[in-house]
């Protein structure tokens, strides 16, 4: 699914390493999801959004899955 996490952990100066301790997942788990190899369950979606101050449709775009 198509996102933005790379471009706002760049806009806060984060680490994959840093994100991942601050929602509770791997480096691993955040590199799979900004390269869309990966869609998070519903409860990591919300972590993030939480994490971020923003709803999860202001990172995520389902839009362009599959077409």
């Known amino acids: 699914?198509?996102?933005?996490?790379s471009d706002?952990?760049?806009?806060?100066d984060e680490s994959q390493?840093?994100?991942?301790?601050?929602v509770?997942?791997?480096?691993?788990?955040?590199?799979?999801?900004?390269?869309?190899?990966?869609d998070p369950s519903l409860e990591l979606a919300f972590e993030l959004a939480a994490h971020f101050d923003c709803r999860i449709e202001d990172i995520f775009d389902p839009a362009e899955e599959g077409r």
């Open 1 to 5: 699914m198509r996102n933005d996490i």
């Open 8 to 12: 706002r952990r760049a806009e806060t």
């Open 24 to 38: 509770g997942v791997t480096r691993q788990t955040i590199n799979a999801i900004e390269r869309e190899r990966y």
């Open 17 to 22: 390493a840093d994100l991942a301790a601050a």
